[in-house]
T-cell receptor
Framework: KAGVTQTPRYLIKTRGQQVTLSCSPI?????VSWYQQTPGQGLQFLFE???????NKGNFPGRFSGRQFSNSRSEMNVSTLELGDSALYLC????????????FGPGTRLLVL | GIQVEQSPPDLILQEGANSTLRCNFSDSVNNLQWFHQNPWGQLINLFYIPSGTKQNGRLSATTVATERYSLLYISSSQTTDSGVYFCAVGYNNNDMRFGAGTRLTVKP
């Protein structure tokens, strides 16, 4: 089976712009979670989608949003980018039940100038 | 909010040594996970362990929820074990909180 893929792998944007990141889960997985990793704040949970519905959400402002499509692919969007949004964005997929192993993609590294 | 503390922050071992990593949390949690991030940034889920003990090869983990801590044991460490180990807890509204990690370096 192919692993979790994320596109693009690297991205440079300027303040005020918006960005959309994509995550394709492992075939058959219905849950996709998103995480942000920065040197200052460490790893933080953004949100989780299961069967096209947001199931859990972390403590992030409304500028961060996401969605999941019927094929389980997920996108996350960040509007009005700030310098502090520069980070590694990771997505992970799992079959969807609690306690099941999450499989992570390689991440998208976003730099906001 | 809930606090998650990992210790030690850094650990250097010789290949073949054993180690214990600790994760303390300040409140009741719904679940707890251990992750490994290798030096290239790839994150791997090691254990989902809200309570009890699990083993996977040279790694095992124990969570004592009533005392609010979890331990990750690495036996016969190898250079490929190097990287950062994170614990993460799920609580209340299903938010997740990560610890700051333990950076492990295994020397040949």
């Amino acid at each position: 089976k192919a692993g979790v893929t994320q596109t693009p792998r690297y991205l440079i944007k300027t303040r005020g712009q918006q960005v959309t990141l994509s995550c394709s889960p492992i075939s058959g997985h219905r849950s996709v979670s998103w995480y942000q990793q920065t040197p200052g704040q460490g790893l933080q949970f953004l949100f989780e989608y299961f069967s096209e519905t947001q199931r859990n959400k972390g403590n992030f402002p409304g500028r961060f949003s996401g969605r999941q499509f019927s094929n389980s692919r997920s996108e996350m969007n960040v509007s009005t980018l700030e310098l502090g949004d520069s980070a590694l964005y990771l997505c992970a997929s799992s079959p969807g039940l609690a306690g099941e192993t999450q499989y992570f993609g390689p991440g998208t590294r976003l730099l906001v100038l | 909010g809930i606090q998650v503390e990992q210790s030690p922050p850094d650990l250097i071992l010789q290949e073949g040594a054993n180690s214990t990593l600790r994760c303390n949390f300040s409140d009741s949690v719904n679940n707890l996970q251990w992750f490994h991030q290798n030096p290239w940034g790839q994150l791997i889920n090691l254990f989902y362990i809200p309570s009890g003990t699990k083993q996977n090869g040279r790694l095992s983990a124990t969570t004592v929820a009533t005392e609010r801590y979890s331990l990750l044991y690495i036996s016969s460490s190898q250079t490929t074990d190097s990287g950062v180990y994170f614990c993460a807890v799920g609580y209340n509204n299903n938010d997740m909180r990560f610890g700051a990690g333990t950076r492990l370096t295994v020397k040949p």
